[in-house]
Nanobody, 126 residues
């Protein structure tokens, strides 16, 4: 399993941008699909988006399309989540997660992932 370390996040005003990063300690990060999820108090982790192993395919939750962008740099073992035009409803703890690219199944489902980052808080005020 990959060990994932997250950075970025913090507080923002509505309309601002934030960038989250997810770094992996292993040398095989390019073999993993990486997803981003958001969790708010009392609720389950919610799908934000994911990127395939090569970075040439991304999928987003409808609420994030056009505002969030996931990219990756396999040479540096990093995946970034660029969040633009943030809104208060985007607040929460954001987690990155990795699953082997060879696995079948829906990459929008949290239970499909084997490795998780520690999470980072994003707070957006109006």
């Amino acid at each position: 399993q990959e060990q994932l370390v997250q950075s970025g996040g913090g507080t923002a005003q509505a309309g601002d941008s934030l960038r989250l990063s997810c770094a992996a300690s292993g040398r095989t990060f390019s073999l993993y699909t990486v997803g981003w999820f958001r969790q708010t108090p009392g609720k389950e982790r919610e799908f934000v988006g994911f990127i395939n192993w090569s970075g040439d395919s991304t999928t987003y939750a409808d609420s994030r399309k056009g505002r969030f962008t996931i990219s990756r740099n396999n040479a540096e073992n990093t995946v970034d989540l660029q969040m633009d035009n943030l809104q208060p409803e985007d607040s929460g703890i954001y987690y990155c997660a990795a699953r082997p690219r060879s696995l079948v199944g829906n990459s929008a489902v949290p239970g499909r992932y084997h490795s998780w980052g520690p999470g980072t808080q994003v707070t957006v005020s109006s």
